[in-house]
């Protein structure tokens, strides 16, 4: 077999180091909020940990944006790689704070890191009580800036380019909402502060206190998970503040075009897309189910049963990874109720949205498939329309659904070649598959599997869930086939 084109133009890796400057100088910024947060609250000492970790970003992404200019097109080969390689290097910057501040080892301080950009919600702190408010600040902010996607971000300033579509579409996004993808994704941005703003509102309403408010905004309509607190939102005993947060989850994990949509007064829309005729029936049998099992077992009473399944499944279908019931709590749902929130996880939330997992769209195709394939069977001379309604009436055609298949196909591979190497270490088969399904699909909800203690090994195959979750498994894939072939051919 030949391999050819393998290598990236010079042109084509100038302009990748080039964007990597712009975007760790706008990380290097973006790293001075939390200095503020410090000052605020009388934790100066704290202050030099962002400082140098601010000026040693900014330091490296101007070498890169000196010494390196954009002198071609990237292909979208080489904007995937782009993405893959750049979340890396963002995810290793912004682990500095938590490592100079001594909270953390590196290692630990990567883990957080890459935790909170991906947007999953693990956490290597021992004990988030007693954790600072600006280092708080900084890990709702990482996934924050994780939801809207750090690239994402970046494009709003970027000048017009056909760069610009191939790195959108990089990081695990597809839909257009305006003509050009910068108006996109400035209209993604304004919607993303609107919500931003509604959420925090809302918390203060429910009343959580202000900077609660804007940390658990950060995190929920992220579908972060990072919570201020080892009971996460059960800390509160608040059941208009667990409303509110089930409400910003649900915002989350919604798509950027629906929410368009609705803004623009197409209400119709969101109950004809075939994300939420996905997703409102999967919300409603998880609950249903997982509360008669948690009855049924006389762990609570009917409407604590109720309350508790009905947080928990949109917390794991949301992908945010928010708790009212603890580790070892939830551990007793070892069953049925576990079984449900792992399937839910895999599952995920909506395309073009803040979550993870295999997506709604994707589960619908599939669903739909099946239905395809059982009228082909039925009426083998007949022409089955393969149509569905998300944003528009779409064509299904042959090569989406086989990409859909192959993508399925891929994600459960490795969420299997994870949970066989977790178990060399840990035996419970049920924890396993529920909190790798959880770092995969980037949720964090978590039974108690993953601590600080837990061995290295764990942690880095986590660590390469959280990452091949967040960027859809395709850039990954190519990130680490193209090296491979390339040293195959030189054998």
Excluded at 214 to 238: D, E, P
Excluded at 351 to 367: A, D
Aim: one cysteine or more.
């Amino acid at each position: 077999m030949k391999y050819y084109a393998l290598r990236l133009r010079k042109g084509e890796l100038h302009s990748m180091l080039h964007y990597t400057g712009y975007i760790c100088i706008l990380l290097g910024l973006l790293m001075l909020l939390p200095i503020v947060v410090a000052l605020i609250y009388g934790e100066v000492k704290l202050v030099s940990s962002f400082l140098y970790s601010s000026l040693i970003s900014i330091l490296i992404g101007a070498i890169f944006y000196r010494f390196f200019k954009s002198r071609g097109e990237l292909s979208l080969r080489g904007a995937m790689i782009f993405s893959s390689s750049l979340w890396l290097l963002v995810c290793a910057l912004g682990a500095l704070p938590y490592y100079l501040s001594g909270y953390l080892s590196y290692f630990d301080a990567y883990f957080e890191a890459m935790s909170g950009f991906t947007t999953t919600g693990f956490s290597m702190f021992p004990n988030l009580d007693i954790v600072p408010y600006s280092i708080h600040f900084w890990r709702g902010f990482t996934q924050w800036l994780g939801g809207i996607g750090i690239i994402v971000l970046a494009l709003v300033i970027l000048s017009p380019s056909r760069n610009i579509m191939r790195l959108y579409i990089s990081e695990g996004r597809e839909e257009r909402l305006l003509p050009t993808i910068r108006s996109t994704v400035r209209i993604i941005l304004y919607i993303y502060l609107l919500y931003t703003l509604i959420s925090i509102i809302l918390y203060l309403v429910a009343g959580m206190p202000l900077f609660d408010s804007m940390f658990h905004a950060f995190s929920a309509l992220s579908t972060g998970g990072f919570a201020m607190h080892n009971s996460s939102i059960a800390y509160y005993h608040s059941i208009w503040i667990e409303i509110v947060a089930m409400i910003v989850m649900i915002m989350g994990a919604t798509n950027f075009a629906v929410h368009y949509a609705i803004l623009k007064g197409k209400w119709k829309e969101y109950f004809k897309d075939i994300e939420t005729r996905v997703s409102w029936p999967l919300l409603i049998l998880g609950t249903l189910i997982i509360t008669m099992f948690l009855y049924n077992m006389h762990y609570y009473d009917i409407l604590s049963s109720l309350r508790y399944s009905i947080f928990q499944v949109v917390s794991a279908l949301s992908t945010t990874g928010f708790q009212t019931v603890s580790g070892p709590g939830i551990s007793k749902w070892a069953g049925l109720g576990m079984f449900i929130l792992t399937i839910l996880m895999i599952i995920g939330a909506g395309s073009c949205s803040t979550g993870g997992g295999i997506k709604w769209i994707r589960f619908g195709i599939m669903l739909k498939g099946i239905s395809w394939g059982i009228k082909s069977f039925l009426f083998p001379k007949a022409k089955i329309p393969r149509k569905i309604h998300h944003i528009f009436d779409m064509n299904i055609s042959k090569e989406i659904f086989e990409m859909t298949g192959l993508f399925v196909f891929a994600y459960i591979l490795i969420y299997v070649i994870s949970v066989m190497i977790v178990l060399f270490y840990y035996h419970n088969i049920g924890q396993v598959l529920f909190e790798v399904a959880s770092a995969q699909s980037n949720v964090g909800l978590s039974c108690g599997l993953m601590t600080p203690a837990s061995p290295a090994i764990t942690k880095l195959v986590f660590m390469l869930d959280f990452w091949v979750g967040r960027l859809e498994i395709w850039p990954i894939l190519l990130f680490i086939t193209i090296p491979l072939l390339n040293i195959k051919r030189r054998i």
